[in-house]
């Protein structure tokens, strides 16, 4: 049994965390079978990480293995689409870019900016920002997850906001810095 390397990932939190890893890739990809195809795949490459017994937090760890894998299928879809010249077949066009493409064209720039200025951001702050904002947790859960006191989590995510506000901001709208 010298081999033998024990697995924090309970069957008991495996079953929630194969629910949560679920649902969260459910409502990004708008395809059960996609997300389910997906979920298997977290916990198949799980089960081959060799260093399972290191890893602290295995649910941030699944979760990053779940983001990993939906970029990864995002990335599929988009070549998909560039090399086909069609959309995938569950994708729906926003109501007003049928009709003004102009707006689609700025959402989507506006999008660009977004990303631009989250990237910006330290790793600790744009973690605790996007599971506040785009996975719903509590500011409690963010600090359970994240190993850190919910003051701090309050910061990040303070200091988060004003970051993008400030620099998402019009030009003439602007106020300046201290």
């Known amino acids: ?52 017994a290191k890893v602290e937090q295995p649910r941030a760890f699944l979760f990053q293995m779940a983001r990993n894998l939906l970029r990864d299928h995002w990335r599929r879809q988009k070549v998909r689409h560039l090399v086909h010249g069609q959309a995938p077949a569950d994708a729906q066009p926003l109501a007003d870019e049928s009709t003004d493409p102009m707006a689609a064209t700025q959402r989507l720039q506006r999008l ?47 200091f988060a906001l004003l970051h993008c506000k400030q620099r998402l901001q019009p030009e003439h709208g602007k106020e300046q810095p201290e």
């Open 1 to 52: 049994m010298s081999g033998f390397k024990p697995d924090p990932l309970s069957a008991e939190s495996f079953r929630g965390f194969y629910a949560d890893i679920l649902h969260f890739l459910r409502k990004r990809t708008d395809n059960a079978n996609d997300a389910a195809d997906m979920t298997q795949d977290v916990f198949a490459q799980w089960l081959d990480y060799r260093d399972r």
């Open 112 to 158: 660009e900016q977004l990303k631009a200025v989250l990237a910006e951001l330290s790793p600790r702050r744009r973690e605790a920002l996007m599971l506040h904002r785009f996975e719903g947790l509590s500011q409690a859960q963010i600090a359970a997850r994240m190993g850190i006191s919910v003051s701090m989590v309050e910061k990040h995510i303070a």
